[in-house]
């Protein structure tokens, strides 16, 4: 298969989308960030002038806007940049799109997706470093998508675009350069599929969005010392494919999550909790969470690194539940 | 001053601004005989700016509302039972008793989704705006909301999005008079709002602004037809302000029903206890409407009368309805949450 | 000890800080909600005209103007009124007020209270029921009250106005009119110190909020049938002090959590990830949580009745743990 | 021209714009050689504004600012090695490495807390005033945004807040040109805001507001010193939009320096590259009010090049001692979440 960088994977999905169904408008247009690749979209841009809109530093308004044009049958994709920023659309995001179809009686479909770059990316500190993922996910209504690999972020930008539901679609800041297998063709992946990213029978891994790529080279590193790390990623986690992590669970009797929210109420702690709920009689070990611990992203390099979920601290909680 | 239009048209006018005032307050007995609980808002008062605002739309248009719906719904032709069945919780109403009285939404009748967030729609009704411009059409969006959602700043930011990109809406301001039932037009500025007139805000954006009598169904007629062609001839936005005066049953945090409504009312206001007879006499919209039916000899007394009648009629039958709909199975609670 | 309404409570709390220090400024006014004693309110506006304001409906707004307040020494408490209502002041409470000690290297203190009304409290439906503190637990940089009882709302509001960090103070629109004990005389009572509401030996409930009073009820019933439940209130999950839920866990080996939040990643999620992190060995039955299920709130009785974490549903939990 | 103060004066005001020049395109070297990451923003263009308008201010009172920050705490009095140490995540810098380039904050110069949200900052800065006014301090609040902050609903919220309270905060609006280098005086209508000219918006929430040519160190100081006199006064919030052509170097996302300033460049741009030539003779604010020093007759160009060497060399010696502070602990990470 062929391999393509994450950033082209999910401009390739973009331009598909784009060319295939009329209805797709995108709002705002840094979906790649400040990567070095972000010219790239100017293609995209050139070809739909009428369908790539730049909006003003309105975020609640222009989100309020697609979640709108969405109840009205176009199919509206809206950036929004950095993780932090979806807050300034917090009342039409949680008040209002992930409300419409249930309030309505099921009469009004709002088919928009959301998208955010997520995380700590390198110098962020404390406003340009969230994941929203955790606290969108305690909003019913909401569906909300984790890519980590450039097959994902093309698989599941089209699903979310074609989804009749508000979708959140939060990829990393940094995973833009992550080289990987890409399949030819739509390639669109249904949501609610755990994927088993690497097979192993001692240990569970469950991970999602750049956490993935860095479990998955723990558990290249540990292999080596004959420990078999299975590495499960949700991809999505509204819905949830939980069957899958049980299942890996129940194998391996051990399990470790790993998640770059922080650590109260994140995504580590629902899926820890489902898993103490309904896998409890086959836990040999405490569940382990590697996630980000409950203060503000710093700013200079040595602290941000101290409170990254790194290949590291993934490897200390491994070693702590195999003991 | 009625609008000019066919007499036929006038009396239906009529009879959806009737409708309105006795199903509101039905709703409130219903209340007050704990058939449903809970907050909720009544459009009595403003009866005279949704009925014919709403008139000037077609079929396809597209209108967002807020905690103040009923009057809304009921001007453009919805069916009582199922809004009271949705007011009581019922599954037989327009949400299947999902939403109730904050978030009516009848979407054959281009009510999509109603918001109880105060300024919460003012985004949304840019989007379908935006959506119906990109397809060509032809369809408006109305948004119909009070004057206390001009203090959120999704006002501003909706403004200049639907400014800068010239969109089919109408934005359509009921300024009702938060502060008391002393807001006539030209009334005193807010003491929450540093901006006035009101209409400077969106003139500000650029968005051309009018401030009108709401409770002169002529006025709202002129003004709000004149928006609309202007929107469908691809001029962009418009804003209308119209001024009502509170309606004293809804100055407390519950309505309460000062004195029922008769049409009679319009020629002799004798009945009504002294210290709401005024408005009654001067600012309610529906008998000003009535007189000026009758004046202009659109209507006789008999004629209204009997239109009376039949209104409070189908509002009885409709809350009939409505209290013989079965609740919802407590599982439905776990459905459409995704589509 | 003399008893008092929750709600008498609260105003004599908001009374005596009001008189105490002149610092303290309350923003908004419906503290009471609509409950029918919210004209008591009044008496404190007719005493301090100059320091109880009647804002705009600009929550975004005025939430920014009680934080910056807070940092040229006033003591801001502002109302936001119902919990939906706080997501209008995201951008504010959690990119500003949150990271502004952190962000400024500890150079700069937010001493804000931003209170609402939370929950499900019948008709509020999907917009007026909302429970923001699992949301807000993922932001660091907030402590977060949720109190339980006449007692603890007079004693904890006292804390947080004094607090130097911004705190959210969430209350229970269904628990003003509940009765209990309140000490005469300034009451403080100190974030992070968990109390056990009841004592027993055979299950632990962890619950927070209107859901302790639920628990509370639920203890003395299933007394009858010799159940001892322990009930165990955090009462502030910022600061949280696990290890008093430890301990009561520990002891009983049983554990449900029960709170009002949506079930993904809400307070209850937490708690259980950190008892099956640090409470594993102890626990002789899965954690088992009772929440509001993802999905939003309906308005007919009967739905909203269906989820609300209510007292069948708490002992069928407790039940199921027993067995 | 130049403001009316005493010649000393006039020359700590150059000596300041001439800090954050050199500062600034230090910084940018810093960053080219991987010295710090992530993104910044400088002020290079924008000294004329931020320099004569804090000087019109006094101790003591509150200042905010956003991401383009750093110019604005030097126009202060900040100690440029910490500044440079806090933007390099180092132990000595202002917010001890945890707040860096987006975040700077002095309290003891009136900056508590700087924001990275576009807006963030205009309700905080209500509070100060608020918080002020209720003590009866006297202080004021200075608050410095970009003009694109205008879009954000916060703005008109704050600006209705400020006005319904007459607080005592000057709004400081720098419009630099969000959309290329062309905007400059009375310039074209913006893409993104509908609201022409931007002092609009102020003046319909009954602000009164001025539009400045913000390279006229002259022009800044006068309108400042007359806004902050009537603020003192108790005349409430004042708005004031000054005008700046954008950098040529911060037109990409990373700034870059075409060419390094020297105050000779004041007479002879001949060393300037072509493409940019034209920015530094018109558009530099340094080198205007270096010329118009020299041409009043406050410094001979010997008085200039001498403090453009002192600037340099206290700008080496701060870049020097940042680079020489340690980076924190890690697990300093973990303090500082609660006072
Ligand atoms: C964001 C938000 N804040 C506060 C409220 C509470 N609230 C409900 S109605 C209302 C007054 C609205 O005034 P206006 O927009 O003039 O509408 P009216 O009720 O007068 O028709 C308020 C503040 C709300 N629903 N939403
Ligand atoms: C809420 C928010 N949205 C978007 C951004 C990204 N952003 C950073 S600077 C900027 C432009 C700001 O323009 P302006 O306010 O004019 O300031 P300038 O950079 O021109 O000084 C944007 C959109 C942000 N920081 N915050
Ligand atoms: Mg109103
Ligand atoms: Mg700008």
Redesign the interface.
């Known amino acids: 298969m062929r391999e393509l960088a994450y950033y082209e994977a999910k401009l390739e999905a973009l331009s598909e989308l784009m060319a295939a169904d009329e209805?797709v408008?995108l709002i705002g247009g840094s979906f790649l960030g400040?990567s070095p690749h972000r010219g790239l979209f100017s293609a995209i841009e050139k070809n739909y002038p009428?369908?790539v809109?730049?909006?003003?530093?309105?975020?609640?308004?222009?989100?309020?806007?697609?979640?709108?044009?969405?109840?009205?049958?176009?199919r509206?994709v809206v950036d929004l940049g950095t993780g932090?920023?979806i807050?300034?659309a917090?009342?039409?995001v949680?008040?209002?799109a992930?409300?419409?179809?249930?309030?309505?009686?099921?009469?009004?479909?709002?088919p928009v997706v959301f998208h955010v770059l997520h995380g700590i990316?390198?110098?962020?500190?404390?406003?340009?470093s969230h994941s929203p993922q955790?606290?969108l996910?305690?909003?019913?209504?909401l569906?909300i998508v984790l890519p980590s690999s450039p097959g994902d972020v093309k698989g599941l930008l089209k699903t979310a675009a074609r989804s009749?539901?508000p979708t959140i679609f939060i990829d990393h800041a940094q995973l833009l350069e992550t080289r990987g297998p890409v399949p030819e063709g739509d390639g669109a992946i249904p949501f609610g599929r755990a994927e088993v990213k690497r097979a192993g029978k001692d240990v569970t891994v469950i991970a999602t969005s750049i956490e993935v790529q860095r479990s998955l080279a723990v558990a290249e590193q540990l292999a080596r010392e004959g420990i078999q790390v299975e590495v499960v990623d949700p991809r999505t986690?509204?819905?949830l494919d939980f069957a899958t992590l049980l299942e890996s669970v129940e194998k391996t009797g051990r399990v470790v999550i790993v998640d770059q929210?922080?650590k109260?109420?994140?995504?580590?702690?629902?899926i820890?909790?489902r898993?103490?709920?309904?896998g409890?009689?086959k836990?040999k070990?405490?569940?382990?969470?590697v996630t980000t611990?409950?203060?503000?992203i710093?700013?200079?390099?040595?602290?941000?690194?101290?409170?990254t979920p790194s290949e590291p601290r993934i490897i200390e909680a491994i070693r702590s539940v195999l003991r | 001053m009625i609008p000019k239009v066919p007499r036929e048209n006038l009396l239906e006018l009529c009879r959806r601004m009737l409708l309105i005032r006795h199903f509101e307050e039905r709703l409130i007995h219903l209340h007050d005989e704990e058939r449903f609980s809970g907050h909720y808002h009544v459009y009595i008062g403003q009866e005279a700016t949704g009925v014919p605002a709403l008139s000037c739309l077609e079929r396809g248009d597209?209108l967002f509302t807020t905690h103040r719906n009923h009057g809304h719904l009921l001007a453009r032709g919805a069916d009582p039972r199922r809004l009271f069945a949705e007011i009581l919780g019922r599954k037989d109403?327009?949400?299947?008793?999902?939403?109730g009285t904050f978030?009516l939404?009848?979407?054959e009748l281009g009510f999509?989704?109603t918001?109880g967030?105060v300024g919460?729609i003012?985004?949304?009704?840019?989007?379908?705006?935006?959506?119906?411009r990109?397809?060509k059409s032809g369809?408006i969006t109305v948004c119909l909301f009070g004057d206390g959602a001009l203090e959120e700043?999704?006002a501003p930011?909706?403004f200049?999005?639907a400014s800068?990109?010239k969109l089919p809406v109408l934005f359509l301001c009921e300024n009702n008079g938060k502060y008391g039932a002393g807001r006539a037009v030209g009334a005193a500025q807010s003491p929450t709002m540093a901006v006035y007139p009101l209409t400077d805000l969106p003139a500000t954006y650029k968005i051309p602004a009018k401030q009108i009598d709401g409770t002169d169904a002529g006025a709202v007629h002129v003004a709000v037809s004149e928006a609309v062609a202007k929107i469908r001839r691809g001029e962009g936005p418009q804003f209308i302000e119209t001024q009502t005066v509170r309606w004293p049953g809804s100055e407390t945090n519950w309505p309460v029903v000062p004195v029922a409504t008769d049409a009679a009312m319009a020629w002799d206001v004798s009945s009504v206890p002294e210290a709401v007879r005024e408005w009654y006499r001067s600012s309610d919209p529906v008998l000003i409407f009535i007189r000026e039916l009758w004046e202009k000899k659109q209507a006789t007394k008999e004629d209204i009368a009997e239109l009376d009648r039949d209104v409070r009629k189908a509002v009885e039958q409709a809350a009939n309805f409505a209290l013989a709909s079965p609740f919802p199975e407590p599982e439905e609670a776990l459905?459409?949450?995704?589509?």
Chains 1, 3 share one sequence.
Not at chain 1, 264 to 270: D, N, T, V
Not at chain 1, 298 to 307: G, K, N, Q, R
Request: with cysteine.
């Open positions: 209805s408008h400040l009428d369908r809109i730049a909006p003003p530093i309105s975020e609640l308004g222009y989100s309020g806007l697609a979640i709108g044009a969405a109840m009205a049958g176009l509206t932090s920023f807050y300034e917090w009342p039409q949680v008040n209002e992930a409300n419409a179809f249930y309030m309505s009686g099921g009469q009004t479909r709002a990316r390198g110098a962020g500190a404390a406003q340009h955790a606290m996910w305690n909003c019913p209504g569906e009749p539901n986690v509204v819905p929210c922080h109260s109420c994140g995504i580590a702690a629902e820890a909790a898993i103490a709920e309904e409890f009689d836990l070990a405490p569940i382990r969470r611990p409950d203060v503000p710093p700013f200079s390099p040595p602290l941000e690194e101290f409170v | 597209f109403g327009y949400n299947k008793g999902k939403g978030h939404a009848a979407s999509f989704h918001s967030i919460g003012i985004p949304l009704a840019t989007g379908t705006a935006y959506a119906a990109a397809k369809q700043g999704a930011e909706s200049n999005l800068l990109w459905k459409d949450v995704f589509a």
